[in-house]
């Protein structure tokens, strides 16, 4: 027999100005199943709590209903009070006569019945509540960071350091991501190899992290602190134990014409590499497709060379499964293929070249040996046009976003090209400049006052060859003509987009993307790292453009998030979950296709011989996040969601 | 007549967006008919017919379910679940005997507060002019005395 208790709340003159809680505790007293209805100025205070445990003692309550404010506001205080003397927390409800009912009317005996309906129909709900625990999910304390550049490095070197295994996966051969090609780094000017080689050391050499170069997450299935990754390891032909780094295949390799892809082409490779000098792990892959051997099974010349026997042309590639607790995307970005602007005639003129072409020329280890030479001959150029927004804030042809980081850049390309070569002019087109974070704009103002930087604020409608100089066709709007420049170099400040399988890896894995293919976070302002998909994190520019220092705090709050998650072996969660009747489930899997988190799965009905009598369906409560999407669907009434079942529902519609 | 007419209406609503619209109407104190009593469903998508028909039954004049906006759903796709069961529902709308008007759907934030109270506002006045809804409520009658529901 059900045995409830009301407490009607005044929330001092909050409700009982509105509501006449006298009339309200009478009816109620008089409900079937009511063992005590008590008004107090404030429930939720102490006293007010005590009042309630106190209660739930004294009268051996099954069930207890607040008329107060809304559940969104105390439920918890409530439930807390509830366990706290020993009644199940799911047994009860709030019955908001604030924020529903007393504030909103102003009729005191609309108002008064109103609130008797609603605690009315609460008390009929309760009675029909069930006792739930919270649901324990184990904790897998092993972190998969997905992406080697910065970002994943310092999200990698952030969980490890506070005692988790990581995995720390790069599809490239070496890790290191785009900040390896950088010369020097806004706004400080020190060289990007400098401050990241020894990060990616610290990160191969860490006892807690797993590096797997030249590898790529296929397949990822679970749930938070569940998930289980098949990891795809191309085959290196290079064995990783035994190589030592020394180089000699590389030097003997006879096929030395291929277009280095890390250098974007301003030099050569061989068909066994490493990706640059610094790589981690230093040990060289072979390129199938280039390869003398695996084109004409002959050559093996890399194989004669290598002093160690490291060299395996039988190696295969290999798929692991692992298992993780969370994940951290981190998979960067790519350039914007610049040959959509054919007006600056890139992909035509040899000189006409991408920050990031500069970046190489302008970095020690690059092909010039940080010389600033023209890619056609190799001079020096006295003359070079930057180009801002090539690409980025213009919906027309390029991307609608601003791609953050060209600014800085450029300020940064004009400072190193006057430095390296005295006497330079550097011609700066820009839409606005948009210096905004730590000591940028002084950095900006830098290049101007300092190092003699023009900038022409105006867009360029052409560049042309003539007379083997570049002929930059534009507008200076300040001044309102039309200018030309004649150059030697032009470089373009391409937008940053994002990886060309960005949304096909994000379906893979499962979370969101935007309508550009960078990934979605839950809340731009307030959960920016985490993505809607529970226990998978962000960090970098695969979520949106960003610089070094912006990417690495991201960076380090997934970090915090993951370690948050693996401070405890066993995760709470709400008991709001769906569950199946088995013996009326006809397996029609209604369910499974309006389940949005793939939580129903199909479960065998064997008899005791092991002979199949039915296929049900089976809620995994760790992935069901309580929707009740599946209830609604069910034909046969099989399938109910805790906390909010079909008996609770129509008790409540019946007392209103 | 000799009282004038008060309707009474049923709202389903999800947690997430509606209750919460409604919660934000009551903090910033707007004012609205207070002909409506609100059922807290998890999400649209939890809403079942039944639900509807058994307001209707119960005595309803009028019957509202309102959810998040569409991309908006907590659970992801609730809302959208919802709002085809709802196209669905419609077509059988004349099967059940409920005229159309008696049924509304709707989308209010946890941000339209104001949205929130001058829906109601518009219900009641229109439920009003529609008069009571009583077909069903004869029939619950009959039920009631054999039902234990």
């Not at chain 1, 569940?226 to 085959?235: C, E, G, L, S």
């Not at chain 1, 590389?250 to 096929?255: A, D, E, L, N």
């Not at chain 1, 060289?284 to 004409?296: A, G, H, L, Q």
């Not at chain 2, 009551?26 to 998890?42: E, Q």
């Amino acid at each position: 027999m059900a045995k409830i208790g009301v407490f009607v709340c005044h929330c001092g003159e909050n409700i009982a100005s509105k509501v006449d809680t006298g009339i309200l505790v009478k009816s109620l007293s008089d409900h079937p199943g009511v063992e005590i209805c008590q008004e107090y100025k404030y429930f939720c205070s102490d006293p007010g709590q005590e009042t309630v445990k106190r209660a739930i003692r004294e009268h051996k309550l099954t069930g207890v209903v607040v008329a107060a404010c809304s559940p969104r506001m105390h439920e918890v205080t409530f439930r807390k009070a509830c366990a706290e003397a020993g009644l199940n927390p799911y047994m009860l409800e709030l019955a908001n006569i604030r924020e529903q009912c007393s504030w909103v009317h102003s009729e005191k005996d609309q108002a008064t019945s109103k609130a008797i309906e609603i605690t009315r129909s609460l008390v009929e709900k309760v009675k029909r509540n069930n006792e739930l625990k919270p649901i324990s999910v184990p904790v897998t304390r092993r972190a998969l960071v997905i992406g080697g550049g910065i970002a994943g490095i310092q999200a990698a070197l952030d969980i490890a350091g506070a005692g988790r295994e990581v995995v720390l996966v790069e599809r490239e051969p070496s890790i290191g991501g785009h900040m390896s090609q950088l010369s020097e780094t806004f706004p400080t000017l020190d060289c990007s190899q400098c401050i990241l080689t020894p990060r990616m050391v610290e990160a191969i050499q860490h006892p807690k992290i797993t590096v797997m170069t030249y590898s790529e997450v296929e397949e990822v299935e679970g749930y938070i602190g569940n998930f289980t990754a098949k990891i795809r390891k191309k085959a290196r032909y290079v064995d990783m134990d035994k190589c030592t780094g020394c180089g000699d295949c590389i030097q003997k390799c006879p096929v030395k014409k291929i277009s280095n892809e890390f250098e974007l082409g301003l030099s050569n490779r061989t068909a066994i590499y490493t990706p640059f000098a610094q790589a981690v792990p230093n040990v060289p892959v072979i390129d199938k497709s280039r390869c003398t051997y695996f084109k004409n099974g002959k050559c093996k010349i890399c194989e004669k060379s290598c002093q160690i026997d490291a060299i395996d042309f039988e190696q295969q590639e290999s798929v692991e499964t692992i298992e993780f607790g969370a994940i951290v995307v981190a998979t960067g970005f790519q350039i914007q293929d610049t040959s959509v602007y054919g007006e600056y005639g890139y992909g035509k003129y040899k000189d006409v070249i991408t920050g990031l072409h500069f970046e190489r020329l302008a970095s020690a280890s690059g092909p010039t040996a940080g010389k600033i030479q023209r890619p056609s001959d190799g001079k020096e150029p006295e003359t070079v046009v930057f180009i801002q927004c090539a690409g980025s804030r213009d919906p027309s042809k390029g991307v609608k976003y601003c791609s953050k980081i060209c600014c800085m850049y450029t300020a940064k390309h004009a400072m190193l090209y006057t430095h390296k070569h005295h006497g330079s002019n550097s011609k700066i087109f820009y839409m606005d400049i948009r210096a905004a974070g730590k000591g940028y704009d002084e950095f900006t103002r830098r290049a101007i006052e300092e190092d003699g930087a023009d900038y022409l604020r105006g867009r360029v409608s052409k560049v042309f060859e003539e007379n083997g100089k570049l002929i930059v066709r534009g507008v200076d709007t300040l001044l309102g003509k039309p200018v030309e420049v004649k150059a030697d170099m032009v470089v373009l400040a391409t937008a940053m987009v994002p990886q060309p399988d960005a949304k096909n890896f994000a379906k893979r894995i499962g979370i969101g993307y935007d309508e550009y293919g960078f990934y979605n976070e839950a809340h731009l302002k307030l959960r920016p790292v985490e993505t809607a998909k529970a226990g998978i994190y962000l960090c970098g520019a695969c979520q949106s453009p960003k610089d070094i220092p912006d990417s690495v705090s991201q960076a380090s709050a997934a970090a915090a998030k993951v370690l948050g998650l693996f401070s405890r072996e066993q995760l709470e969660r709400e008991p709001v979950v769906a569950a199946v009747g088995e013996s009326t489930c006809a397996g029609c899997w209604g369910c499974v296709y309006a389940c949005p988190y793939n939580a129903i799965e199909k479960k065998d009905i064997t008899d005791r011989n092991g002979n199949l009598i039915k296929q049900v369906a089976s809620v995994n409560p760790g992935l069901c996040q309580g929707c009740g999407t599946c209830v609604t669907f069910c034909r046969s009434n099989s399938i109910d969601l805790a906390g909010f079942t079909e008996k609770q529902i129509f008790a409540e519609v019946m007392a209103l | 007549m000799s009282e004038p007419f008060e309707p009474k209406i049923v709202a389903f609503v999800c947690t997430y967006c509606t209750y919460a619209g409604a919660d934000l109407a009551g903090t910033s104190r707007l004012k609205y008919a207070p002909n409506v009593r609100i059922v807290r469903l998890p999400c649209t998508g939890r809403i079942s017919p039944m639900f509807i028909l058994k307001a209707l039954q119960k005595g309803a004049d009028t019957v509202l379910v309102s959810g998040c906006h569409p991309g908006d759903c907590h659970f992801t796709a609730g809302n959208y679940h919802a709002r085809r069961r709802w196209t669905v529902f419609r077509a059988l709308l004349a099967f059940t005997g409920i005229p159309e008007e008696r049924i509304r759907f709707s989308w209010v934030s946890a941000a339209e507060g104001a949205k929130f109270a001058e829906m109601i506002n518009d219900i009641t006045d229109e439920t009003r002019k529609l008069g009571p809804f009583t077909q069903y409520q004869e029939l619950q009658k009959v039920i009631e005395t054999q039902s234990s529901y």
